[in-house]
């Protein structure tokens, strides 16, 4: 079945440093990826759609300068969080479309940012 | 403003009863449909779609799906206590600002006792 890698799992970070998170389709190629967020207790909110090879798409009161999303390759998308900050602290959980094989969604294991 | 909406419970069955979790949606555009199962600190894990009216069925699991009413809802047999955990609708848009994101209920957090 379809993989999805995600790493790091987990990060602690200072205030005001950046921290990069890896989203890779293991078994298949994603030309589109999702990046989501979850605040303890909360349902997944969208935060932007990544495309390969063309520049992200955010959704509405997301910082697209704060979050970077880089998908250079047809299994590859980067979300870098800059100039972290306390309320920055939360789950990032990433998703692919196996396209080639319908309509399957498929998530990675998130990564638990923590800014301190 | 397009939502999916669920009770966030929590929604409590003894073991070996049935569990109905339901859900509906804003958008009448809307054309897929999934459950997702979510425990505590990790990512969702897919129960099951369905595009269809209907009911669809996958062992302990029946999704029901009426387009009409806007409404989907799961079914889950055989209750058993592995399966508390929160369980999350999510619906495929097109009114999402790109591409076809799911967007996702806030979920129903299910307890099974034993």
């Known amino acids: 079945g379809a993989v999805v890698s995600q790493h790091p799992s987990r990060v602690i970070c200072k205030s005001g440093t950046s921290v990069k998170i890896e989203c890779r389709s293991l078994?298949?190629?994603?030309?589109?990826m999702f990046w989501y967020r979850q605040f303890p207790k909360k349902s997944l909110m969208l935060m932007a759609t990544?495309?390969?090879?063309?520049?992200?798409?955010?959704e509405q009161g997301v910082e697209k300068d704060k979050f970077l999303i880089n998908h250079a390759s047809l299994t590859l998308s980067t979300l870098t969080v800059t100039s972290a900050h306390p309320e920055d602290s939360s789950f990032y959980i990433c998703s692919a479309r196996q396209t080639d094989r319908g309509y399957g969604y498929t998530f990675g294991s998130g990564t638990r940012l923590t800014v301190v | 403003q397009k939502e999916v909406e669920q009770n966030s419970g929590p929604l409590s069955v003894p073991e070996g009863a049935i569990a109905s979790l339901n859900c509906t949606y804003s958008?009448?555009?809307?054309?897929?449909f999934f459950w997702y199962r979510q425990y505590s600190g990790k990512s969702p894990e897919l129960i099951m779609f369905?595009?269809?009216?209907g009911d669809k069925e996958d062992g302990r699991f029946t999704a029901q799906l009426n387009k009409a009413s806007q409404y989907v809802s799961l079914l889950i047999r055989d209750s058993q206590p592995s399966d508390s955990a929160t369980y999350l609708c999510a619906v495929a848009s097109p009114w999402a600002q790109a591409g076809t994101a799911l967007i996702f209920g806030k979920g129903t957090t299910l307890s099974v006792s034993s």
């Open positions: 369905i595009y269809s009216n």
């Open positions: 990544s495309n390969e090879g063309s520049k992200a798409t955010y």
């Open positions: 078994d298949f190629q994603a030309t589109t």
């Open positions: 958008d009448r555009g809307s054309q897929s």
